[in-house]
Structure formats: C-alpha cells, structure tokens
C-alpha cells in the first residue's frame, strides 16, 4: 500500500491550500477504516490534524476547527484536506495516514510529507 501526498507549498498568511493523499495498492480483502491528517512542525511532535471514518464521521484538532476541511473520494481512494485562513503557525510537514481493516487485524501506514510554509 502506497499513500502518495501532494499539494504542499508556500503560501501568505490568511491564504489556501488543499492537500491530497492517493492511496493505491489496497488489496479488494482489505478496507479502508480511516483516513487522516497529521503535520508536524521543526523541533514539535506529530499531531492529529483531521481524520475522517468509513462512515463520514470527522474530527478536527482545536487549533484548525472551522479553518480545515477532511473529505475524501472514495472512488479515488484519496483523501483531501482543504485548508482555509492559514497561520504561519500552520507552517509544518504534512502526513497523510490510513488504517485499513482485514482478516480481522488493522493495518496503518504512512504516506510521506508534504511541506506547507505560511509566510506572515
């Protein structure tokens, strides 16, 4: 299982972006039972961003509630995170993450970082 990220870049504060995740080599005995966001910043740890389940229930850190959107395409297979108002303290590595479900067992993988840099 591959999670290819994408959508990073340098914007001003109070700008946009939207990341995207494509996850791809997902076997048909597997499912996907989450998609997420996390970010972390120089010298900070990971933290949750957004997360999304297989039944459209979603969560948001405090810091980008009302800002930040999760969705996903599930044809696709990707997962989207559109990012309104940017801070500069919203500058971080971007990780989109996956839990599939199979066989029973839950399975999580990451996709590699995408940089987002908020310039004030």
């Known amino acids: 299982v591959q999670l290819q990220a994408s959508g990073g870049g340098l914007v001003q504060a109070g700008g946009s972006l939207r990341l995207s995740c494509a996850a791809s080599g997902i076997s048909d005995i597997f499912s996907i039972n989450t998609l997420a966001w996390y970010r972390q910043a120089p010298g900070k740890q990971r933290e949750l961003v957004a997360r999304?389940?297989?039944?459209?229930?979603?969560n948001y850190a405090d810091s980008v509630k009302g800002r930040f959107t999760i969705s996903t395409d599930n044809a696709k297979n990707t997962v989207y995170l559109r990012m309104n108002s940017l801070k500069p303290q919203d500058s971080a590595d971007y990780y989109c993450?996956?839990?599939?479900?199979?066989?029973?067992?839950?399975?999580?993988?990451w996709g590699q970082g995408t940089q987002v840099t908020v310039s004030s």
């Open positions: 993450h996956a839990v599939l479900m199979g066989g029973g067992y839950d399975y999580d993988y």
């Open positions: 999304i389940t297989s039944d459209g229930s979603t």
